[in-house]
């Protein structure tokens, strides 16, 4: 068992900069698959970015050259940085670890944060 404590979020205006952090309980975890979801009121949870435990990253389209996602091993810590904001990444974002298939956007992963807020405004 892991628990995953997403923090970073809040409000910025358009074009703004956040990063997320997902820091996890136990060591070990951060070396696997690990990614970063979001879900806006009234559509269902999308993928953003991933992370496998050979660091080869996958991105959703609407985010790429916007977002990059990261790990730090040693802190057991994943990270988002979220630059050119726009108000359509407004949503509750989640941390998720440990895929059950094969690492990606459309992974099915075995723990989950509680989520941090973004709100861009225009």
């Known amino acids: 068992q892991v628990q995953l404590v997403e923090s970073g979020g809040g409000s910025v205006q358009a074009g703004g900069s956040l990063r997320l952090s997902c820091a996890a309980s136990?060591?070990?975890?951060?070396?696997?698959?690990m990614g970063w979801f979001r879900q806006a009121p009234g559509k269902v949870r999308e993928g953003v970015a991933t992370?496998?435990?050979?660091?080869?990253?996958s991105y959703a389209d609407s985010v790429k050259g916007r977002f990059t996602i990261s790990k730090d091993s040693a802190k057991n810590t994943l990270y988002l940085q979220m630059n050119s904001l726009e108000p359509e990444d407004t949503a509750m974002y989640y941390c998720?670890?440990?895929?059950?298939?094969?690492?990606?956007?459309?992974?099915?992963?075995?723990?989950w944060g509680q989520g941090t807020q973004v709100t861009v405004s225009s």
């Open positions: 998720a670890a440990f895929s059950l298939t094969t690492c990606g956007l459309s992974a099915a992963f075995a723990y």
């Open positions: 136990r060591a070990g975890y951060s070396r696997l698959c």
């Open positions: 992370i496998g435990s050979d660091d080869n990253t």
